[in-house]
């Protein structure tokens, strides 16, 4: 089994910067993609960013590009978002997932391990 858990979140003004941190326990590989999600009060859950295992190539939604970057540490099985030039349209519970397989990046099915989630608030 996988426990991923996530840290990191909290309350910033618009223009800051934030680092989620995703850390992994259990039967987890370092082959495993990697991939941040969001999910805002009464919309469905989203694709922000992921990493593969096997060569760290990396792929973002259009909507963080350029402003976050996700990176993995595999001897500390944890994966990082950094959050830069943040906007009130950010705010969202950010949720951590991997993937046992190289299937899709962006589907929310795509993922077997869901983390509880943290919160990140954008004031404007």
């Known amino acids: 089994q996988v426990q991923l858990v996530e840290s990191g979140g909290g309350l910033v003004q618009a223009g800051g910067s934030l680092r989620l941190s995703c850390a992994a326990s259990g039967r987890i590989f370092s082959s495993y993609p990697m991939g941040w999600f969001r999910q805002a009060p009464g919309k469905e859950r989203e694709f922000v960013a992921a990493i593969r295992g096997s060569d760290s190539r990396t792929y973002y939604s259009d909507s963080v590009k350029g402003r976050f970057t996700i990176s993995r540490d595999n001897p500390k099985n944890t994966v990082y978002l950094q959050m830069h030039s943040l906007k009130p349209e950010d705010t969202a519970v950010y949720y951590c997932?991997?993937?046992?397989?190289?299937?899709?990046?962006?589907?929310?099915?795509?993922?077997?391990?869901w983390g509880q989630g943290t919160q990140v608030t954008v004031s404007s």
């Open positions: 997932a991997a993937q046992r397989a190289s299937l899709q990046i962006a589907p929310v099915g795509a993922y077997d391990y």
